[in-house]
């Protein structure tokens, strides 16, 4: 184990973070432009897929109306986590305590918490919450969201732990809260759709004197 924080980081996950740091310096600039860009762009990318996801459930009934108004919910509860997550492990970021030359440029400052990755979490529950709105989409989410994770440790602030626990925690938030999230919205939907279509009362008309 690395002492780190509060935490020990896996002495295999800091091997690793050296052998794809140095990948990284000694890669082509095209390579570590294309990359160091991508780790934003991917974010961008997968919301568009899911905000396409949506919009072709729209059309449906209850159900398929209550996934797309519900579908960006899920992201945001992955990111709250993985905020509340970082203030328990304190965990440092791999290029202030390892000290690497890094393709970042810029290591983000004490106290953003390295543990776990909140773009790779959101990057997950994205990537699953498009699969689960539309398979075809989320066939293309998917390994979009494995570049974007990779592309944390690639240039250099973040643990490859880091990157897998937060898209599974981000996979793992979109599972479980996409459907229940649904259900919900859904039966209200169909709540206000039997009030509309229920027959309103005529009043009784007064007859005049």
Request: aromatic share 6%; net charge neutral; glycine share 8%.
């Amino acid at each position: 184990m690395v002492h780190n924080g509060s935490m020990d980081v896996p002495e295999i996950s800091a091997e690793w973070y050296d052998d794809v740091v140095d990948a990284a310096a000694r890669s082509p600039e095209p390579v570590q432009w294309f990359v160091g860009h991508a780790t934003e762009g991917v974010i961008l990318l997968l919301g568009v897929l899911l905000l396409m996801a949506a919009l072709s459930r729209r059309g449906g009934g209850p159900h398929d109306r209550a996934l797309a108004l519900i579908a960006p919910v899920p992201a945001l509860l992955a990111y709250v986590g993985s905020e509340w997550f970082k203030t328990v492990v304190d965990e440092d970021r791999p290029c202030r305590t390892i000290g690497r030359a890094i393709i970042a440029g810029v290591c983000p400052p004490p106290g953003d918490w390295s543990f776990p990755s909140n773009h790779a979490t959101v990057a997950g529950a994205l990537a699953v919450t498009t699969l689960l709105l539309s398979r075809r989409l989320g066939l293309i989410a998917l390994p979009l969201a494995a570049l974007g994770a990779f592309s944390r440790v690639f240039v250099g602030v973040h643990y490859p732990h880091d990157v897998v626990a937060g898209v599974l925690f981000g996979a793992l938030v979109a599972v479980v809260a996409t459907p229940l999230l649904a259900r919900a919205t859904a039966e209200v939907l169909r709540r206000r759709a039997d009030r509309a279509d229920s027959p309103v009362p005529k009043l009784a008309s007064r007859s005049r004197p």
